[in-house]
């Protein structure tokens, strides 16, 4: 079940989602979009009352915290990506987080091919066998190895998309002002690892156009992912808590701006283009 955002972080609305537990509801799963924590007090105290699991989507959200609480580690499960796209990456590749340890036998089972492996040479059992579902997601020793040199220069990694983060929240400042876009909201006690950089532009056309504009002058902006509801599977197996008009509104005028290390080099140049771009009518 699809429930709405808020219009503050893009995060789900933890306000709806009570509304639309029934009694197949197993757990809750919310995003960190950007890098920006949901409302994990909120969130929890509804999975407890319901008796839900809590599988936090921190795909986005290493070296991002809640409170003082590592994303990722707060509900039941939580899932990282090293996608080529996150900040720390291997290319492609992730990690589970078991946070209750009453899951972690069965998730050894499905990470060993849906066998009790480990078990065997544990000499926990005589033989080994086929348990449950499960598939090869290990990785190999060189992307093993490129990812603990990513995680080896974490804090400098993050120290320096931060820098970029702020220059361009600093940059846009007046332009937010003066009504022409929104800028990225943080709540108190969420400390975000800067993944990306959006804005809120006014409507769809206006978006369309800057992304035209920016184009024609060289730089690649793109807006993000189209609505789950929306799209043709989405469509055809899941089910929605109403218009979701949050989700649709801020997914027409949403724009993500260039954001990578090495960056630095250009960014004024972004910005520069930017701001003409957005000031020129």
């Known amino acids: ?104 036998e069965r998730a050894e089972i499905i990470r060993e091919k849906g066998t009790d492996r480990s078990q065997f040479f544990r000499g926990r059992v ?40 702020r220059h361009y929240d600093t940059a846009f400042g007046p332009l937010a002002r003066g009504g022409r876009l929104r800028l990225p ?10 993944h ?8 769809l056309a206006d978006r369309t156009a800057f992304i035209t504009a920016m184009k024609a002058a060289g730089i690649h902006c793109v807006f993000h992912y189209v609505p789950l509801h929306t799209a043709p599977y989405g469509r055809r197996v899941g089910r929605v808590h109403g218009a979701l008009p949050v989700t649709s509104d801020l997914a027409d005028r949403l724009v993500r701006l260039p954001l990578w290390l090495g960056l630095e080099e250009h960014q004024a140049w972004v910005i520069d283009t930017l701001m003409h771009t957005i000031g020129r009518d």
């Open 1 to 104: 079940m699809f429930i709405d955002i808020r219009p503050d972080t893009l995060n789900l609305d933890e306000t709806g989602i009570a509304a639309v537990i029934t009694s197949r509801t197993r757990a809750i799963v919310p995003v960190h979009y950007g890098g920006v924590a949901c409302e994990m007090d909120a969130i929890t105290a509804i999975a407890e009352s319901y008796g839900l699991l809590v599988i936090e989507d921190a795909a986005q959200g290493i070296m991002a915290s809640y409170k003082g609480r590592p994303l990722g580690t707060i509900g039941h499960l939580g899932t990282l990506s090293f996608h080529e796209t996150k900040n720390i990456i291997s290319g492609k590749g992730g990690a589970l987080l078991i946070n209750d340890p009453a899951l972690a």
């Open 126 to 165: 005589d033989k080994y066998t086929w348990l449950d579902i499960g598939s090869s997601y290990l990785p190999g020793e060189i992307i093993a190895a490129f990812l603990w040199a990513q995680l080896e220069e974490a804090d400098a990694i993050s120290a320096r998309r931060s820098a970029l983060w």
């Open 185 to 194: 909201v943080i709540p108190e006690g969420c400390e975000h690892n800067a």
């Open 196 to 203: 990306l950089y959006y804005l809120l532009l006014c409507d």
